[in-house]
């Protein structure tokens, strides 16, 4: 674990939440299994949760004040990930979210972002294979100017997820983990995903997926739970409510 990369301050372009607590989604504590700390060491001994990272389509590199949609979108594309396959993934544009729930020298918060992507959806990235595919429906990591094109809806519209439950503690965070789910929260400025649970020296830690590149630990950061526990609720945590089957060799 990369030092540097510890519990790591945003840049303030992740905003306090403009929403209620619980107000848009279900509570994960209402509907989802909260693992007793108990049991935490157990299935981290039992499981090779590095297995989680996989499923990561690539790091993004934001260049604007764009984190909450950067990692928002980065958690759907894990998701398609794990639920269709790597060979079907779609890189997604962050900015298709951010010019309608942000402002180009602000940032945004996670609850704007979390209703765009269940309501409107997300463009695809703006690539060769994504243009043979979508035609003009596409559009660029960071690109702010300009007019999305005509019809863009339709096609957004087939890159949403609506199912999510809303984390309320550590505890719940991590059990999420626990379950591979990936977590989208944030705190100290920045919105991250989380992908995977850890415990070094003795406390327990996340293991992120960044938005600055090839910033850290080659992308990666860690938060413990100290660093994160206060701004949960004050930020969003928010993991996806549908099950998500487990890799197949963590079956055994």
């Known amino acids: 674990m990369n030092r540097t990369s510890l519990n790591q301050p945003g840049r303030g372009d992740a905003l306090v939440r403009g929403n209620t607590f619980g107000s848009t989604f279900e509570l994960f504590e209402n509907e989802q299994n909260v693992i007793p700390r108990s049991q935490w060491d157990q299935l981290l001994a039992e499981h090779d949760y590095a297995l989680a990272e996989r499923y990561i389509a690539r790091i993004k590199r934001q260049t604007l004040g764009s984190c909450a949609s950067h990692s928002a979108t980065s958690t759907l594309e894990y998701l398609r990930?794990?639920?269709?396959?790597?060979?079907?993934?779609?890189?997604?544009?962050?900015?298709?979210?951010?010019?309608?729930?942000?402002?180009?020298?602000?940032?945004?918060?996670?609850?704007?972002?979390?209703?765009?992507?269940?309501?409107?959806?997300?463009?695809?990235?703006?690539?060769p294979e994504n243009r043979s595919t979508y035609g003009d429906h596409v559009w660029p990591e960071n690109q702010w100017s300009g007019t999305l094109p005509r019809g863009w809806e339709e096609t957004a519209a087939r890159f949403r997820f609506t199912e999510w439950n809303e984390i309320g503690s550590f505890d719940e965070l991590f059990s999420a983990l626990l379950q591979w789910k990936p977590v989208y929260y944030g705190r100290a400025g920045h919105a991250i995903y989380a992908v995977r649970p850890m415990k070094r020296d003795g406390q327990y830690v996340l293991k992120y997926a960044n938005s600055w590149g090839t910033w850290g630990d080659a992308g990666y950061g860690y938060d413990t739970e100290r660093y994160v526990s206060g701004s949960i609720r004050s930020y969003g945590c928010y993991a996806p409510r549908a099950g998500l089957l487990l890799p197949e060799d963590a079956l055994a």
């Open 81 to 127: 990930n794990k639920t269709v396959g790597a060979s079907s993934c779609v890189l997604l544009s962050p900015l298709s979210v951010f010019k309608f729930v942000g402002s180009r020298h602000g940032g945004s918060t996670l609850d704007a972002n979390m209703r765009q992507i269940s309501q409107v959806g997300v463009l695809p990235l703006d690539t």
